[in-house]
């Protein structure tokens, strides 16, 4: 057997290498062109999902507006309308199907008013404000701004009125008057002459007052919940007075110790038919006694509030503060708060 020269064994390898690179090659261009297809059908199938999910009607989130029955109830009735219209337009659909959807929510009679004005109208155009500004003609109120503001000069708290009460009903008036885009100081200014003559007492003693209107108003309910059916409705009988829960010998318009403050001890029974909450005066409001911790458990077993022991609430909505032991309270300062 003739034995291979170097130069022919050379001539083998590199035909070997060269018929396996064109081996791996052949079968990597198959596997490429493999890989190719599925991506090309991947990204059918992703673009007809999209054109489905763009297709899709969305659902409807919030709830119809009820139907309007008259003018009485148009200012609220208008805001909801809008306001589904704006959410859920495209749940709705087209113009057409949202001219249809606000005269439905309409009662019957008030589809009967509005209906001779609309039949003037080229309903091809299925614009829904048709039958808004319609309503808007029948049943705006031009007058409601001067009423709203009368109404807002003319009120004046009384000693014994709840300062929540006052609040919410000087906040719908400032509210129509648009009296809210006033500064903040003229908002103080107005609400400090029509506060009752009690309360413009304790807010004329502190020496800093807030310089915006919500501190502001902030201020007039702490200082204020001590007066009222409020502090009454919650608690029973909470005042100052014969027959109160609780006695203050001190006087509040100065420092005072808290052993100058004496409570009557009652038992807090939800069977009681006369059902009275001991409580102590501060200058910050009414506080709740000393409970022992299997007292509040008790309480809270009783289904009661665990500050006061009263039924009907819980302690996060209790008037009374949460009690705390104090060496004295600074009745001016600005600074005086409760804290553990």
């Given at each position: 057997?003739?034995?291979?020269?170097?130069?022919?064994?050379?001539?083998?390898?590199?035909?070997?290498?060269?018929?396996?690179?064109?081996?791996?090659?052949?079968?990597?261009?198959?596997?490429?062109?493999?890989?190719?297809?599925?991506?090309?059908?991947f990204r059918a199938q992703i673009a007809a999902l999209q054109s489905a999910a763009a297709s899709r009607k969305p659902r409807?989130?919030?709830?119809?507006?009820?139907?309007?029955?008259?003018?009485?109830?148009?200012?609220?009735?208008?805001?909801?309308?809008?306001?589904?219209?704006?959410?859920?337009?495209?749940?709705?659909?087209?113009?057409?199907?949202?001219?249809?959807?606000?005269?439905?929510?309409?009662?019957?009679?008030?589809?009967?008013?509005?209906?001779?004005?609309?039949?003037?109208?080229?309903?091809?155009?299925w614009d829904y404000t048709q039958v808004t500004s319609a309503l808007s003609r029948i049943y705006?109120?031009?007058?409601?701004?001067?009423?709203?503001?009368?109404?807002l000069r003319a009120m004046k708290m009384k000693d014994d009125d709840s300062i929540r009460t006052f609040l919410t009903n000087w906040e719908k008036y400032s509210w129509e008057a648009g009296t809210t885009v006033q500064p903040d100081i003229l908002r103080i200014q107005d609400l400090r002459a029509a506060i009752s003559n009690k309360l413009q007492g304790k807010v004329d003693d502190r020496e800093l007052l807030p310089e915006t209107y919500d501190d502001f108003v902030t201020l007039l309910l702490r200082l204020g919940e001590g007066y009222g059916n409020y502090m009454a409705g919650s608690h029973g009988n909470t005042s100052n007075k014969p027959g109160s829960t609780y006695t203050s010998t001190a006087n509040t318009s100065t420092p005072m110790d808290i052993s100058q403050v004496?409570?009557?001890?009652?038992?807090?029974?939800?069977?009681?038919?006369?059902?009275?909450?001991?409580?102590?005066?501060?200058?910050?409001?009414?506080?709740?006694?000393?409970?022992?911790?299997?007292?509040?458990?008790?309480?809270?077993?009783?289904?009661?509030?665990?500050?006061?022991?009263?039924?009907?609430?819980?302690a996060s909505t209790c008037s009374l503060l949460p009690y705390r032991e104090y060496v004295k309270f600074e009745v001016d300062s600005e600074t005086d708060d409760f804290s553990d």
């Open positions: 057997m003739d034995t291979l020269s170097p130069q022919h064994i050379q001539e083998l390898i590199q035909a070997a290498v060269e018929n396996a690179s064109a081996t791996l090659t052949a079968q990597f261009n198959v596997e490429l062109d493999k890989l190719r297809t599925q991506n090309t059908e409807p989130v919030l709830p119809d507006p009820p139907l309007l029955t008259g003018p009485a109830e148009f200012d609220v009735w208008i805001p909801l309308l809008q306001g589904k219209l704006r959410v859920d337009g495209d749940a709705i659909g087209s113009d057409e199907a949202k001219f249809i959807y606000v005269y439905g929510r309409l009662d019957w009679k008030v589809q009967q008013i509005v209906r001779p004005q609309l039949s003037h109208t080229q309903f091809n155009e705006n109120d031009p007058n409601k701004l001067v009423r709203a503001s009368r109404k004496r409570i009557d001890s009652i038992n807090v029974k939800p069977s009681d038919s006369k059902l009275k909450i001991a409580s102590i005066w501060t200058p910050k409001g009414q506080m709740a006694v000393s409970s022992t911790h299997k007292e509040r458990r008790e309480r809270l077993e009783q289904g009661n509030c665990e500050r006061c022991g009263g039924p009907g609430h819980m």
